[in-house]
């Protein structure tokens, strides 16, 4: 007996009934209008009583999320990325096979009912109340369309999908109700074509498209009848008839569907049978989703530009704005990759570290005065396994990166001399540059609290042969830690911060450099990328262009095609085109007579900087055309590897410098970025050599400065020479921030 409600009564199958009987007498379902409550109808619906008439009226249908396509510069496909492998087509873009495949299987009475079939109701209410519950279901195309919405606008939200397909009576009055709505709104052919482009077909596919992809690599306009037939028959039960777990399951029921389609008259019984004895034939597509699947080494750069858009406002005021946009997909992303300078990056890590090396190599390409970045890559590929990595060594934390970058080395230190010259110092600027010295104390702030050494820290240069006086043009060539350690007690160290801060460079974690003189010789941890776009000032006549990914967004949504709105590049004097074109010179000279000759270019000017720091745990070149800039850094993510004795890329390592080993990466990715491109010409100064014969004294003459160095620093100088290893211990408060040095991206830097 059917099961009473409690305190007496009909039983909700009961009630539904009668309320559907009455329904039938008066004519109300079979019209296609709203159907009348009666008091004696009480259906639950999320734990409450509502009468049908209660249910609101529209069908608030939630965009389909689709695939979304993320393109280089030229148009060529990086990856696909999407919460649901789907591609919207019309019904004029499905093969009249499948259309008639699914109506027959699913609700061969399609055409000839209206929103509600009630002959199936009526079977399936009786069948229901016999057996006490919901054993049997009558619903329509346009019932089960209904529901597909349900669930597409719960996501992945397992509490509200379980909502939405939950097998109750409740809900299936709310199908019922707006199956009516649209039906009245939407008519049969566009509830069809809605229908096969939401439902689910297995094995990640959604909708017909990429189900025809899917299984058999073509498009939904091409299927064959029996393709046709077996996807059909999918849809009752994804996971009971996939054919690529149970070909077997799936041709039994391919060939009921056939049958079904021959007995409504959509087919003869001759091409029913002679479809039943074709083989599945499948020709499945493996799904490539996200950006494990991007080409050319890209799949940092394509996590990059995901990273772009779930944190830039133009994108969504909040984050949850950002995400669902995002999920919804249907995206065209046309990036600034460019194929060339992508493939010329990866080849050259390959050649140059083998991604089961101790340690890591990372480099990244941009465009100056643009801002755009043309190339990203690293020796260890994106994934999960061995020697593989969710890290982006390229950028910062917030963008994928490590937690705090990378320590610099020498490389920060055209940041000192840039802030020198535009403060009005010389190029040709003089100081003893002794091989040790005290650290200077105090430093001027931009508070007024002044930078002092408390316990009297020394800084060496890394040979006892690099002895001042030095100017700065040799200086920067050989990398003299002493120098440079005397030119920011010179000037202090509020004019680096201000360049610094002109030319956008942060911590790895997204903070502003901390007032220390360990800044001076690139202490702080910094990215690539942050590099490469600082450097790419220089070779802009000091323009800064903020770095950017993504060129163009057009979405689509049903059948149209919309452009978003993209983040645009900002650029900024950072410093003035004379300061610029020095700089620019100095380091011209760093490639050919200094630490970074091994990076020079042979078919252009070049112009960069080498770095190494403290234990060898960094390496670094920074270097640049006037229309390519790009950063190397090679290390151990984990800070903890010391590039000595050490082989990578197949080749030995006594010690590692930065123009020996990140310099040819450099060179080499460079030269086939930019091969086939003009050569540009820098606008460099004249800079008189210092005289040779000058007497150097005894090196302790400070001049108007003292010296000193590098929080932690156990060795500096030039790349070459013999390397002293002198225990040096920190003062309290040297470096502001994290105290665990190179593992947090604060270890100590200062070789060429």
């Known amino acids: 007996m059917p099961k009473k409600r409690s305190g007496g009564g009909l039983s909700a199958t009961q009630q539904a009934a009668k309320f559907l009987g009455v329904s039938v007498l008066a004519g109300a379902v079979l019209a ?66 499948m259309q008639k495949a699914i109506v027959a299987i699913e609700d061969s009475r399609f055409y000839q009912h209206g929103a509600v079939d009630l002959k199936g109701v009526l079977r399936a209410l009786n069948k229901n109340v016999q057996s006490s519950g919901v054993s ?57 074509e809605n229908y096969l482009n939401i439902t689910f077909f297995g094995e990640q596919a959604y909708g017909i498209e990429a189900a025809a992809q899917r299984y058999f690599s073509k498009h939904a306009k091409d299927l064959t009848l029996p393709e046709s037939a077996m996807l059909a028959g999918i849809v009752q039960s994804p996971s009971r008839y996939d054919p690529v777990n149970d070909e077997a399951e799936s041709t039994k029921r391919r060939n009921v569907v056939l049958q079904r389609m021959a007995e409504v008259g959509d087919i003869s019984q001759a091409e029913a049978d002679k479809a039943k004895e074709a083989p599945l034939d499948l020709k499945v597509s493996q799904p490539k989703n996200g950006c494990i699947t991007a080409v050319r080494g890209a799949s940092f750069f394509c996590k990059y530009v995901e990273n772009v858009f779930l944190n830039d406002p133009v994108f969504g005021k909040t984050q949850e704005a950002r995400a669902k946009l995002w999920n919804q997909g249907g995206l065209t992303i046309r990036t600034t990759l460019q194929p060339q300078a992508q493939d010329s990056v990866q080849a050259s890590l390959k050649e140059h570290v083998n991604k089961s090396d101790k340690v890591a190599a990372a480099s990244t390409l941009v465009e100056p005065g643009t801002g755009k970045i043309v190339a990203m890559g690293q020796s260890k590929p994106y994934g999960y396994g ?160 903020t770095p950017v990914a993504i060129e163009s967004i057009t979405q689509k949504v049903g059948n149209e095609q919309k452009s978003l709105e993209v983040p645009k590049s900002t650029c900024s004097r950072a410093m003035s085109e004379k300061t610029a074109d020095t700089v620019n010179t100095l380091l011209r000279g760093v490639v050919d007579s200094g630490t970074g000759q091994q990076a020079g270019l042979t078919d252009r000017e070049s112009a960069g900087k080498t770095g190494t720091t403290d234990e060898r745990k960094n390496a670094w070149f920074v270097g640049y055309t006037p229309n390519l800039s790009g950063a190397v850094w090679v290390g151990s993510a984990s800070q903890k590897v010391k590039m000595k004795n050490i082989t990578i890329g197949g080749v030995y390592r006594p010690l590692v410098y930065g123009g020996e080993v990140p310099g040819p990466i450099w060179k080499d990715a460079m030269t086939g970025a930019l091969a086939g491109k003009t050569a540009e010409t820098f606008n460099l100064v004249d800079i008189p050599d210092a005289d040779k014969d000058k007497d150097k004294g005894d090196g302790n003459d400070n001049g108007n400065t003292i010296g000193g160095l590098i929080a932690g620093l156990t060795n500096g100088g030039t790349d070459g020479g013999t390397v002293p290893t002198p225990t040096i211990s920190l003062p309290d408060g040297f470096i502001q921030g994290q105290s665990n040095g190179g593992s947090n991206g604060n270890g100590t830097g200062g070789r060429g």
């Open 32 to 97: 296609g209008i709203a159907v009348p409550a009666f008091g004696v109808l009480g259906l639950a619906a999320k734990g409450s009583v509502e009468s049908f008439d209660e249910l609101p009226a529209n069908l608030k249908t939630p965009p389909l999320s689709q695939r979304t396509t993320i393109l280089d510069a030229d148009g060529g496909q990086i990856a696909t990325v999407y919460s649901r492998d789907r591609t919207v087509v019309e019904l004029k873009s499905i093969s009249p096979y």
């Open 136 to 192: 049997q279901g009558a619903s329509t195309l346009t019932q089960q369309y209904v529901k597909n919405v349900f669930v597409e606008e719960a996501g992945d939200d397992p509490t509200k999908v379980a909502q939405a397909t939950q097998q109750t009576l409740g809900r299936k009055i709310k199908e019922l109700k707006y199956a009516i709505q649209v039906e009245e709104e939407l008519g049969k052919k566009k509830i069809l």
């Open 386 to 545: 061995k020697n593989e990595t969710e890290y982006n060594f390229s950028v910062n934390a917030s963008m994928g990166g490590s937690n705090y970058g990378f320590p610099t080395g020498s490389t920060f230190k055209p940041f000192v001399a840039a802030a020198a010259l535009e403060g009005g110092k010389p190029v040709t600027q003089e100081y003893s540059s002794p091989y040790d010295m005290a650290y200077p104390s105090p430093v001027q702030t931009c508070s007024s609290n002044p930078w002092t050494n408390r316990t009297g820290e020394k800084v060496e240069n890394e040979s006892e042969s690099e002895s001042g006086p030095y100017q700065l043009k040799e200086a920067m060539e050989k990398s003299v830690n002493t120098y440079f350690v005397q030119m920011i007690s010179d000037i202090g160290l509020c004019p680096v911060v201000k360049m610094t801060d002109a030319l956008h460079v942060t911590q790895g974690n997204g903070t502003k450099l901390p007032e220390s003189p360990s800044i001076a010789l690139g202490a702080v941890g910094l990215s690539p990328l942050t590099m490469a776009s600082a450097y790419a000032a220089f070779a802009s006549r000091g323009m800064y262009c």
